[in-house]
C-alpha cells in the first residue's frame, strides 16, 4: 500500500511512501491485542486501595449485649461488618497488579493494532517538521489542515520535539509519542494516527529485528 505524503497546511507533495506489509499489512490477532491492553492498563494501576478488616478496625472488645433474651440477633463486637464503622469483609488490600507479557506477544500486538488502522484508512503521513517556538495555535492549524480539530490523535515522531511537545500540551486529545516508544493501546485509543516521514523508516527498523 501507497500512502502521499502532506505537508503541514494538508496539500500533498510528490513523494509516497510504501507501507510495509510485514508491519502494517498483516492478519491481526485480536487475542494479542487483547492481552497487551489488559497488561497496559494493569501496569497503570496503583494498586494503594486498602480497607480494615475485624482484627484492624480499632473500638471495645466488650460484648455489646447479654447472648440471650433480647429478642434480637447476637452481637459480640462493636467491630463487626453489620455495624456502622465496622470492619470490611474481605476488603481490597495494597497488591502489585502488573504482570509480563512475552517480546513476541507484545510485537504481534503492535502489528495487529498498526493493521488495523492501515485497513481502515487511518493513517497519514506528514512530512517532517519542527515549531520555532511553543505554541498551541499552531498545533491547532496543523489538527485543522487534516479536519482533525476535536478528534483524538497519535502523532509519531522521529525524536521528541520539546516545541511541539509544549505546543499540543493543552489539548486534550492529541498525543505524541517517539517511533521506538509505540504501544498498542495508544495505536488503538487514536481516531487518526499522524507519522512523520522520518519515524516511518524507525517503525521499519524496530518491528523487523
Partial sequence: MELEVFNLKGAKTDRKVTL???IFGIEPNDHAIYLDVKQFMANKRQGTH????????SGST???KKQK???GARAGSI?????RGGARVFGPHPRDYNFKLNKKLKKLARLSA?????KDNNIIIVEDFVFE?????NFIELLKSFELAGEKTLLVMANAEPNIILSSRN???VKIVRASDLNTYEILDAKRMLITESSMKDIEVIHQN
Fill in 114 to 118: 498498526l493493521s488495523y488502522k492501515a
Fill in 62 to 64: 466488650r460484648k455489646l
Fill in 171 to 173: 489539548l486534550k486529545k
Fill in 20 to 22: 510495509n506489509d510485514a
Fill in 69 to 71: 433474651g433480647t429478642g
Fill in 50 to 57: 486498602s480497607s480494615k478488616e475485624k482484627s484492624t478496625v
Fill in 79 to 83: 467491630k463487626s461488618p453489620l455495624f
Fill in 133 to 137: 517556538t511553543p505554541k498551541t495555535r
